[in-house]
């Protein structure tokens, strides 16, 4: 690893922001689930959620399809395999997180209103059917894009980059992302993963902690 790939890892994950992420249910096309994960990277979100569609996992999504169209953000950007959404919302709601769904009901809002300095979860539903009634109600608010067209909806993957863009712009003009977000013991276990990710597995399977990486990303012997 050289110096400046190092130097650019760090100056990355200290931007990641561990309190907004994604929750995507039953997305069921490969392309979009890689935008939404290649969005995520943009704006700083460290780990996504994904209910699989019925039909398959997730493992679906990682072709060719899935790898062209992220850009190579699925390295970058982790997705969590959830059983179902309602378990999967409320086991974010168990960590804090307020949960956001896209669905239009009486309880929907602007989407700009919501506070997404707050830890924040976007529960985006399947192309077909948008999220359930059932999700969208165990969710803690409902979201909605406002649109002036004959066509009321929008891609998931554009509905996603545009609520994702909101947070960023609340983030940033909260200083948020000036600040770590990382513990220390987080950033140097990520920054070696992602720096040496074909050494990383070896010494996840023997149980061994990883070494120690010098200012220039080199590890210390």
């Known amino acids: 690893m050289t110096p400046e790939r190092y130097a650019k890892i760090l100056r990355v994950l200290s931007h990641r922001q561990p309190t907004l992420t994604v929750l995507m249910d039953e997305v069921n096309k490969p392309h979009n689930l890689s935008a939404i994960v290649r969005t995520c990277d943009a704006v700083g979100v460290l780990e996504a959620h994904a209910v699989p ?40 709601q168990g960590k804090g997180f307020q949960v956001l769904a896209t669905h239009l009901s009486q309880r929907s809002v602007d989407y700009r ?83 040496y990710p074909d050494l990383a597995p070896a010494y996840r399977e023997r149980g061994e902690a990883y070494p120690a990486l010098d200012e220039r990303g080199q590890i210390v012997s």
């Open 113 to 195: 209103e919501p506070d997404y300095t707050r830890p924040t979860c976007v529960l985006l539903g399947a192309e077909k059917w948008g999220v359930s009634d059932e999700a969208a109600e165990a969710a803690d608010q409902n979201i909605i894009i406002p649109m002036f067209g004959m066509v009321q909806s929008l891609n998931v993957s554009v509905a996603a980059a545009t609520i994702l863009f909101e947070a960023q712009r609340q983030r940033l003009a909260a200083g948020m992302y000036a600040q770590l977000q990382l513990t220390p013991e987080e950033l140097a276990r990520r920054a070696f993963e992602w720096g």
């Open 53 to 92: 569609p019925s039909h398959g996992t997730l493992a679906t999504f990682e072709g060719h399809t899935y790898d062209a169209t992220s850009g190579s953000a699925h390295k970058w950007v982790g997705v969590q395999s959830h059983s179902d959404a309602i378990s999967a919302v409320r086991e974010l």
